[in-house]
């Protein structure tokens, strides 16, 4: 008979191998990244201006989980950890966003520019607005995947990764 998963066993695993979970939600996050890329260079889906946000989001949650894994302390693993959780909050708040534009399209569509082209084009002050702000490329659906879009999954994937975060502070253990 196989062993079980109950949350006292994930728990225990938390609990028994925290720094190995951070390497490995490190070497997930280069995971997505790699298949977003994947996604954009060989299926030619074009990132939209949140999609380039989401990304920098994840590529800062891999490489704050994967330092936290390496370095050792209390203090260091706390503020990493609280690290982690605000740059994969940040991530499920623009993929939450865009899972709202893609579900209630605005009525008037306008294509936007792409993040590059806004930054060679606007002074910084008025990109980072307009890049929040979205466009008609990021209510439009190209993927799904069971239903869902990769902004619903994105959301879900940092949404998982600031639920982790908030149980290895509240279970965090000594150095």
Known sequence: MAPSLSPTTLLALLDQYPRRILALTSAACVALLVYGLYLQHAVGLDPCPMCIVQRYALLLVAVVAGVTAA????????????????????????????????????????????????????????????????????????????????????????????????VLLWRRSPA
């Open 71 to 166: 370095l050792r302390g209390r203090w260091l693993y706390t503020a990493g950890l609280i690290s982690m959780g605000v740059a994969a909050g940040s991530g499920a708040f623009v993929a939450a966003r865009q899972s709202f534009l893609q579900w209630y399209p605005p009525e008037v569509l306008t294509c936007g520019r792409d993040l590059y082209g806004m930054i060679e084009s606007f002074p910084l002050k008025r990109v980072i607005p307009m890049v929040f702000k979205g466009s008609g490329d990021c209510s439009k659906v190209d993927w799904t995947f069971l239903g869902l879009t990769i902004a619903n999954w994105s959301f879900l994937c940092f949404a998982g990764i600031v639920a982790l975060s908030v």
